[in-house]
């Protein structure tokens, strides 16, 4: 049976590097119609496949691609990995954010007195946020807060948008570039998301140099080792098919289809009944009964 799959996002090729090193037995597929390209590799020790892509910069684009990615591969769960910047003293370089929900942080309506707030915020899947609480509780170096992320680069703590973080998002962790779209798209498609990022700067005017030092490396691997870390407590999903057409908990869980039920069936496991059932069937060519 086909291993139940995830779609891994990231924006940059670090990000991807970090990944795919952790993946074994990969593949390339392409989009049949658009050429969107992606490697989908296993990760031992977990039931999974991974699909495995590399989007680009900015939320715009993000949202586009992850909706094609969710309605071309159907995974079980999506998670955007890569890096940010801090936006808290105590949350060094390398360290790792994961998001218990991400802001949009450019809606608002502009007055002659101020900018008034109309702030957009999605929250993280529970199913994936406790997989990760699970799998990252004895990390000191491991934090769940929620993120900001926006359409620009933040490299002064002392510029405008510094200040609207800290006046209106004053929870944020962490600031980044793909995270409201990735959960836009996913929260639309019904599905689960998780954005986890590793820290690669203070977010101020010493990010050029951080990022010199290659503090970004680091940043992506740490990230990449916390979605594996949580990939290794989550379960495939009862009931929600991936690309196998079944669960891990129940192979036969969904429709069947095939020569052996013709694609219709009725499923009574687990169910209990206090009288007769009765059914009618019509429409096979044989009469009807």
């Known amino acids: 049976m086909t291993q139940p799959i995830v779609a891994v996002l990231t924006a940059l090729p670090l990000e991807y590097t970090a990944v795919r090193d952790h993946l074994t037995d990969v593949e390339k597929r392409d989009h049949p119609r658009y050429g969107t390209l992606a490697t989908v590799g296993r990760l031992s020790g977990t039931p999974w496949s991974v699909a495995l892509l590399e989007l680009g910069e900015?939320?715009?684009?993000?949202?586009?691609?992850?909706?094609r990615v969710m309605s071309w591969l159907e995974p079980q769960a999506v998670f955007f990995v890569g890096v940010a910047g801090s936006l808290k003293p105590d949350i060094e370089i390398g360290d790792v954010?994961?998001?218990?929900?991400?802001?949009?942080?450019?809606?608002?309506?502009?007055?002659?007195?101020?900018?008034?707030?109309?702030?957009?915020?999605?929250?993280?899947?529970?199913?994936?946020?406790?997989?990760?609480r699970e799998a990252l509780r004895e990390d000191p170096h491991a934090h769940l807060k929620p993120i900001a992320a926006g359409d620009v680069v933040l490299a002064s703590a002392r510029s405008a948008l510094a200040e609207h973080l800290r006046t209106h998002y004053n929870d944020a962790a962490a600031i980044e570039m793909e995270g409201a779209?990735?959960?836009?798209?996913?929260?639309?498609?019904?599905?689960?998301?998780?954005?986890?990022?590793?820290?690669?700067?203070?977010?101020?005017?010493?990010?050029?140099?951080?990022?010199?030092?290659?503090?970004?490396?680091?940043?992506?691997?740490?990230?990449?080792?916390?979605?594996?870390?949580?990939?290794?407590?989550?379960?495939?999903?009862?009931?929600?098919?991936?690309?196998?057409g079944g669960?891990?908990?129940?192979?036969?869980?969904?429709?069947?289809?095939?020569?052996?039920?013709?694609?219709?069936?009725?499923?009574?496991?687990?169910?209990?009944?206090n009288g007769p059932f009765v059914a009618k069937q019509v429409g096979r060519g044989d009469g009807e009964r």
Do not use: C, M
């Not at 929900?101 to 899947?125: F, N, Q």
């Open 247 to 273: 669960t891990a908990d129940d192979p036969q869980e969904g429709p069947f289809r095939g020569p052996t039920h013709g694609g219709d069936h009725l499923d009574f496991r687990g169910s209990t009944f």
């Open 97 to 132: 954010v994961v998001a218990t929900k991400v802001y949009g942080i450019h809606g608002g309506k502009e007055t002659d007195k101020d900018l008034l707030v109309r702030p957009e915020a999605w929250r993280a899947s529970h199913r994936l946020e406790q997989a990760a």
């Open 58 to 67: 900015g939320n715009l684009t993000a949202a586009t691609l992850t909706e």
């Open 181 to 244: 779209g990735i959960a836009s798209a996913v929260h639309l498609a019904g599905g689960d998301a998780l954005v986890i990022r590793g820290i690669s700067d203070r977010a101020d005017a010493k990010k050029s140099r951080a990022d010199a030092e290659g503090s970004q490396p680091r940043a992506a691997t740490n990230a990449a080792a916390a979605v594996v870390a949580v990939l290794r407590e989550l379960r495939p999903f009862g009931g929600r098919p991936g690309l196998s």
